[in-house]
């Protein structure tokens, strides 16, 4: 199946020429909810700019719905609800009046924004100018404004921005609910990388313009389920390699402790009992799992 | 897929909505009254002074209103109103999420566009309107001036409004410019009010009509000379200047609003 969004080997530098994206590719399925992570200025927001039209890649290939923005500009974003960056609104109009802006555009019936407004919880507020909401209330406004036209593609850049931990379920089980319901291909940036665990079904990570990881999450939880380490607290380093016949990672701090990879736990077993059958003494034996969270970390260390 | 014309349709409503509550549309409707409203005191407590006297009292009545309103009013009117339509889509950051709506870039400039041109319309016409308004009370409340002898011009009343209206386009094109490329409403509203002063500093200078305020600024008192001296509406030169600001300021702002990186 043709992704929705696909990039190739795209590159883009601002005019002060740094390079932000440098031959990045990412391709989101259809009825993905596509997670983006990286750090601050990896290239995130840029990406996001480039799939929604607003900046122009100089090298590679953009194409949204199987067409590109200079050819089909009109046709690929009356199927794309967004929310870039931080939220804007007008300000000086209501909830109300911001969701009729979008709801011309988009040449839907007048009930869409009762509609839109009901999903996010705003129902009651809609009469209120935007100046007067919170942070959080803004948020889920602009989820409105973007869900709004029911389209095919939803492009979050940081929705939970602004949300108590409540509001963060809430949009979660929301959005999951559109993709499953709706069929929805969501496109969602965030630094929430236990949200991202949570909600989404393919990752990209990227970082200095190029991406470290990209594929089904599932992938990514293998290989942190592959890559357990044990510690084993030792009273010496003597002849150690000889008995561990594999990489070791020694960490001297007060205590000796030996670190290595492994797959089983009886493999923890046979090493332990090799180690006191050759005379060095264990003290304790510690299993280290990784998390999403070290994994990206070591994924952007091994990516410098 | 909707045709351009539909397109423009909606994004003109939008804009319609969006000025609704904003400065430049307080000042469009209620800045009228506010103007009409000392002019009719004044002619209320001082009209004999005010008005040549065993004359029909419109013309003069309506030419001088017009000249103070065109002199001051109208080119304070005019930098607020494009600093606050186009301030509107800066301060809010806006312009990203009007460039991401399924609506062409041409569209997206040319119903602001309308929208400002449609709002100056506005004020010009309830202007006149009030000024005719203010002449009737003045018949009745103050009927020794001599408003009730003769027929409101209505002719003349459409050509003062034409010649002001025009001769605002290219002053109006130049502030959509400067507005939409200077993010700082007290930058851009500077480079207005300095256009304005410059007027009124050389305007005895050969040259000053090419500084784009002076035409909007003398149109009023220009207007009873025409009259008087029976020239045409429009001096070939006053077109030449004011059509030129007009359409080179527009282009420009126009390829602006279709190439400049406005959302990022």
Redesign the interface.
């Known amino acids: 199946m043709q992704p929705i969004v696909e990039l190739n080997n795209v590159s883009f530098a601002y005019p002060n020429g740094v390079k932000v994206l440098n031959r990045f590719s990412l391709r989101i399925p259809q009825g993905s909810i596509y997670g983006f992570l990286g750090p601050n200025g990896s290239g995130k927001s840029t990406t996001i700019r480039v799939v929604m039209g607003l900046l122009k890649a100089q090298e590679g290939i953009v194409t949204v719905f199987g067409d590109s923005h200079s050819t089909s500009r009109i046709a690929i974003l009356s199927r794309i609800g967004s929310l870039i960056d931080t939220p804007n609104f007008y300000e000086h109009l209501t909830a109300y009046r911001n969701l009729e802006i979008v709801r011309l555009a988009h040449d839907l019936p007048q009930q869409t924004i009762a509609e839109a407004l009901q999903l996010v919880g705003l129902s009651a507020t809609a009469k209120l100018k935007v100046s007067e909401f919170s942070l959080g209330m803004k948020q889920r406004l602009a989820l409105a404004m973007a869900l709004l036209p029911k389209p095919e593609l939803l492009v979050l850049d940081e929705p939970s921005n602004g949300l108590d931990p409540n509001g963060i379920i809430e949009i979660r089980e929301l959005l999951i609910r559109i993709n499953q319901q709706l069929g929805t291909t969501i496109f969602v940036s965030s630094h929430l990388l236990s949200e991202v665990e949570k909600l989404c079904t393919h990752l990209s990570i990227i970082n200095q313009g190029q991406a470290v990881f990209e594929g089904p999450i599932e992938q990514l939880t293998e290989r942190i389920a592959t890559q357990k380490r044990v510690w084993f607290t030792v009273g010496s380093t003597e002849g150690l390699s000889s008995v561990l016949d594999r990489p070791l990672e020694i960490r001297q701090n007060g205590s000796i402790k030996v670190g290595f990879e492994y797959t089983t736990d009886r493999e923890i077993a046979r090493c332990n009992h090799q180690l006191v059958t050759q005379g060095v003494e264990v003290f304790g034996i510690h299993k280290e799992h990784q998390t999403l969270e070290e994994m990206y970390v070591k994924l952007l260390e091994d990516n410098k | 897929?909707?045709t351009a014309l539909?397109?423009f349709g909606?994004?003109f409503?939008?804009e319609t909505?969006?000025s609704?509550?904003?400065a430049a549309y307080w000042l469009t409707y209620i800045g009228p009254f506010f103007i009409l409203l000392i002019f009719l005191l004044g002619f209320y407590f001082k009209g004999h002074h005010l008005l040549p006297p065993k004359v029909d009292p419109w013309l003069p009545f309506i030419a001088k209103i017009w000249d103070a309103a065109a002199m001051v009013f109208l080119p304070m009117y005019l930098i607020l109103l494009a600093s606050q339509l186009l301030n509107?889509e800066h301060k809010?950051?806006?312009w990203?999420?009007a460039?991401?709506?399924?609506?062409?870039k041409h569209i997206i400039f040319w119903s602001k566009m309308a929208m400002l041109f449609t709002l100056n319309l506005s004020a010009h016409l309830l202007t006149m309107l009030l000024t005719i308004a203010a002449g009737m009370l003045l018949a009745f409340i103050k009927p020794d001036l001599g408003f009730t002898l003769s027929a409101i011009p209505w002719q003349h009343c459409a050509a003062l409004t034409a010649k002001v209206l025009v001769c605002s386009f290219g002053i109006l094109s130049v502030y959509y410019f400067v507005c939409f490329e200077i993010k700082n409403q007290v930058k851009s509203m500077g480079i207005g009010i300095s256009l304005f002063i410059v007027v009124t500093i050389v305007a005895g200078w050969k040259y000053a009509f090419l500084i784009p305020t002076y035409y909007p600024m003398v149109s009023g008192m220009s207007y009873y000379k025409i009259v008087a001296a029976h020239e045409p509406l429009f001096a070939a030169k006053e077109l030449i200047t004011v059509g030129g600001y007009f359409v080179l300021f527009s282009l420009a702002a126009w390829y602006r609003a279709c190439t400049k990186?406005m959302?990022?």
């Open positions: 897929m909707r539909q397109q909606a994004a409503k939008a909505i969006k609704k509550g904003t509107l809010n950051a806006t990203r999420l460039y991401t709506l399924p609506y062409s990186r959302a990022v």
